[in-house]
């Protein structure tokens, strides 16, 4: 599975960005997508993730402020965008593409695995 983000950039508090990721590969596998982010300092967080059938998860951070959207099949997530708004300082970090891939053998042995994008950085001025 490869993941290419796009989007990011400068923008001054109050703005909005919007992010997207395109997953190609084996994307029938893939039972969730998302984007987490790393600031300086920090440790790589959740920002929000989605699944089949639209099941979304926010961190309390940007909940009212993003808005996770994507596609894929009814089982399978292949493209996920992020749109955020009201962009606050604190939200400057480096977001990266998640993927979270399984799959089970007809012969029950299972596989999983987490795929990450190269990162784009989000930069909100004060």
């Known amino acids: 599975v490869q993941l290419v983000e796009s989007g990011g950039g400068l923008v001054q508090a109050g703005g909005s960005l919007n992010l997207s990721c395109q997953a190609s590969?084996?994307?029938?596998?893939?039972?969730?997508m998302g984007w987490y982010r790393q600031a300086p300092g920090k440790e790589r967080e959740l920002v929000a993730t989605?699944?089949?059938?639209?099941?979304?998860?926010?961190?309390d951070s940007v909940k009212g402020r993003f808005s996770i959207s994507g596609g894929g099949t009814r089982e399978s997530v292949s493209r996920v965008s992020l749109h955020m708004n009201d962009l606050k300082p604190e939200d400057t970090a480096v977001y990266y593409c998640?993927?979270?891939?399984?799959?089970?053998?007809?012969?029950?042995?299972?596989?999983?695995?987490?795929?990450w994008g190269q990162g784009t950085q989000v930069t909100v001025s004060s």
């Open positions: 998640y993927a979270y891939w399984s799959y089970e053998s007809s012969g029950g042995a299972s596989y999983e695995y987490d795929y």
């Open positions: 989605m699944a089949p059938r639209d099941k979304k998860v926010y961190a």
């Open positions: 590969g084996s994307t029938l596998s893939i039972n969730v």
